[in-house]
């Protein structure tokens, strides 16, 4: 099992940054995959970034250049940095970690949080 709590979501202005937060309540070396996903009204759930156990970051083409994914193994967090905001990018953003138990693929998703960009 794997426990995920995302933190800083918020309003904010066109431009304007933000940081989310992901605590994983194991190590992020056991977790193969991990990342945020996000999801619009109205829209499917799609992939924003995502690292790896080995440090191989993937970034959605609508992100790539605004956003950076960047881990701290120490606390078993990893931070998406989000700058040049734009209202595209209003959505709740949903932390992911996927991992592999005797050949099972196992997937694990946090709560929520709101990311809001509107001037």
């Known amino acids: 099992q794997v426990q995920l709590v995302e933190s800083g979501g918020g309003l904010v202005q066109p431009g304007d940054s933000l940081r989310l937060s992901c605590a994983s309540s194991r190590s992020i070396f056991s977790i193969n995959v991990m990342g945020w996903y996000r999801q619009a009204p109205g829209k499917q759930r799609e992939l924003v970034s995502t690292i790896t156990s080995g440090g191989w970051t993937n970034y959605a083409d609508s992100v790539r250049g605004r956003f950076t994914l960047s881990r701290d193994t120490a606390k078993n967090t990893v931070y998406l940095q989000m700058n040049s905001l734009k209202p595209e990018d209003t959505a709740v953003y949903f932390c992911?970690?996927?991992?592999?138990?005797?050949?099972?693929?196992?997937?694990?998703w946090g709560q929520g949080t709101q990311v809001t960009v509107s001037s």
């Open positions: 992911n970690a996927q991992t592999t138990t005797l050949g099972a693929r196992n997937e694990y």
